[in-house]
Nanobody
Framework: QVQLVESGGGLVQPGGSLRLSCAASGSIFSINAMGWYRQVPGKQRELVAVITSGGSTNYADSVKGRFTISRDNAKNTVYLQMNSLKPQDTAVYYC??????????WGQGTQVTVSS
């Protein structure tokens, strides 16, 4: 079994920063792409950022220039550095990863609230 565990969410004022972490654990042979998604009530889950095993990245237009995705392959961990946060960034943030022999695995989600 494998699992993803997210951490780092919380309450932050507009303009502030947060760093999310997502660590994969279990019988992991290799991890392909890893990504962050977010969801607000009543809306579909949307892609925020993705990073391949080779380090190539892609971002939603709404977060370009403010968010940075990175990964530490030795620790099976993906990060999301979020700067210049806006109230519209408020959502539950989920990480996922393509893990060999297990397919796409999702984390449990972490709440990010941007409010004054």
């Amino acid at each position: 079994q494998v699992q993803l565990v997210e951490s780092g969410g919380g309450l932050v004022q507009p303009g502030g920063s947060l760093r999310l972490s997502c660590a994969a654990s279990g019988s992991i042979f290799s991890i392909n792409a890893m990504g962050w998604y977010r969801q607000v009530p009543g809306k579909q889950r949307e892609l925020v950022a993705v990073i391949t095993s080779g380090g190539s990245t892609n971002y939603a237009d709404s977060v370009k220039g403010r968010f940075t995705i990175s990964r530490d392959n030795a620790k099976n961990t993906v990060y999301l550095q979020m700067n210049s946060l806006k109230p519209q960034d408020t959502a539950v943030y989920y990480c996922n990863a393509g893990i060999s022999r297990f397919g796409v695995i999702w984390g449990q989600g972490t709440q990010v609230t941007v409010s004054s």
